[in-house]
């Protein structure tokens, strides 16, 4: 649980409310639902089902245990314990009104509350409420579940510990809380995006291309950009060696011509909203919204992890708001139940075949074994006390030598499990086996033997590692010392198998 917020409600459930609904519930928050929708279970069912998906591809780290999920036939009943709540019913001001109106007279006095509005100013929203100083403008992305940034607005009756707080909360579960300074219409990030869809419609419209082609432009150039530089650190690149100063000279001028439309307003006439949608039916190739935002899901982890891996493995932009959250949840995760004294290999890892894992042929990609078998070394070593903490200190243990035999298939959704035996360690060297079984079958897919060099990072050199660590090890290995040296240790490329 988080300190502070143990219990959530959402009030509407919808795309937006069903991302937070699946955010907060994957922190390990309960989450009171009320939404009159008669679909509401079947639609935030299906939510949580892909947000389960996309945590599955995005993260190794232990999440905490889900929280509990319950529907509630009124909205009283749904806000009355939670110390969060959230509003994400449609974007019309009478109806948020009355429905914030409604959860200000039922929720606890202490309650924060959040509006998911995308553009309706916090000041209008706070009208005739009795406690208006706890309500603020919460605007997320979409997916919520994935994409980290909310902003935070504060109307003219926000207390300025309210917006502190909620920025904490998000943090906490890891999404990044930015308070927008002065309350306008659609904030920051819809104000970019207005500008950038009208005048995608008028290149519509115009005939210039269709949405397809539109849609290239964006993803095949500065979208990719933009997923890891804003807008402004782009263009400081672009103005080479000089930066910024450069480039608003070089550019600054062609503010002026006639480029855009951005003053002039489109005419959504049935015409052109019958052209966007045949085009996009087209676009889409008979992919269902479900399927859309599967793929959506899968692109934005596949982002996220490469933005993890920048400014030299320290993480970049929302990679390193992932890596500082999965910190914090390997830090707070109750460590696996582990039977220290039994003379048998530990079991390190439980995992699942997910879809990012598997190639053309449905199997498991070769890399992704890799994968299971380093993340089985990192247990092992957070189990022995090389964690964060003794990293940061400069030191760490190297893989310098892998042999893996690949004795299975796994495919998609498949359960995985490993064990690690110890076979060998001295003060600079650390020398294991590891197996990855199917769980349902209890097969061997595949393994490891690998020797590990404990190092000084700053040199770049071996060296002993810390006495703590070493008395650890010696337990473990003297249990592990008495067990059969496991079929296939020793054996190099290419070795016949023993009769």
């Not at 530990?346 to 075949?353: E, S």
């Not at 110890?422 to 393994?447: G, M, N």
Request: overall charge negative; aromatic content about 8%.
């Amino acid at each position: 649980m988080l300190k502070g917020v143990s219990s959530v409600a959402c009030v509407g459930g919808g795309v937006i409310g069903g991302g937070w609904i699946a955010r907060f519930l994957l922190s390990g928050l309960n989450v009171r639902v009320y939404d009159p929708h008669p679909e509401a279970k079947r639609i935030v069912g299906e939510v949580l089902s892909n947000a389960d998906r996309a945590y599955g591809l995005l993260t190794m780290a232990p999440l905490p245990p889900r929280g509990t999920l319950t529907f509630c036939t009124t909205l009283q009943d749904a806000v009355a314990d939670a110390d969060w709540i959230q509003e994400s019913v449609p974007e019309r001001l009478d109806l948020k009104k009355r429905v914030l109106a409604d959860i200000d007279a039922a929720a606890r006095p202490e309650a924060l509350i959040g509006s998911s509005t995308s553009g309706l100013l916090p000041s209008d929203l706070q009208t005739g409420l009795t406690r208006p100083e706890r309500l603020f403008v919460a605007h997320p992305y979409n997916p919520v579940y994935l994409l980290p940034l909310v902003e935070l607005v504060g109307g003219r009756s926000t207390a300025p510990e309210t917006l502190v707080n909620a920025k904490a909360i998000l943090e906490s579960i890891g999404m990044k809380g930015v308070v927008i300074d002065k309350e306008i219409e659609a904030f920051v990030g819809d104000r970019l995006l207005e500008a950038l869809w009208r005048e995608a419609l008028w290149l519509i419209k115009d005939g210039i291309c269709d949405t397809e082609t539109l849609d290239d432009v964006i993803r095949y150039s500065f979208g990719l950009r933009w997923a890891q530089m804003g807008l402004f650190e782009t263009y400081r690149i672009a103005g080479g060696e000089a930066g910024m100063r450069h480039f608003l000279g070089q550019f600054g001028p062609c503010l002026s011509l006639p480029w855009t439309k951005l003053t002039d307003v489109v005419d959504l006439d049935e015409a052109l909203i019958e052209r966007i949608g045949v085009q996009s039916d087209s676009q889409a190739a008979g992919r269902s919204i479900r399927d859309l935002e599967r793929i959506r899901d899968e692109n934005l982890v596949g982002i996220l992890h490469a933005l993890q891996a920048g400014d030299a493995g320290a993480g970049w932009g929302a990679g390193k708001l992932l890596t500082d959250f999965e910190q914090k949840l390997w830090s707070r995760a109750t460590p696996p139940t582990i039977d220290l004294e039994a003379a048998t290999p530990l079991r390190l890892i439980d995992t699942r075949v997910n879809a990012a894992w598997v190639d053309y042929n449905g199997h498991m990609t070769e890399h992704r074994y890799l994968q299971v078998f380093g993340d089985t070394t990192d247990a092992l070593l957070r189990l022995i006390g090389v964690d964060m903490a003794y990293i940061e200190q400069g030191h760490s243990y190297y893989t310098v030598e892998t042999h893996l035999r690949h004795l299975g298939e796994a495919k998609l959704g498949q359960s995985l499990y490993t064990t690690l035996q110890i076979l060998s360690y001295d003060s600079k060297r650390l020398h294991f086996f590891t197996h990855i079984y199917d769980l349902a079958t209890q097969c061997v897919i595949a393994t490891a033997e690998q020797m590990l060099l404990h190092v000084d990072m700053v040199s770049g050199r071996t060296c002993p590692a810390a006495d703590e660590v070493l008395a650890r090890l010696a337990p473990l290995a003297q249990r592990h010392a008495v067990i059969a040296t496991p079929e296939g240790a020793g054996r190099h490329v290419g070795q016949k198998a023993r009769q």
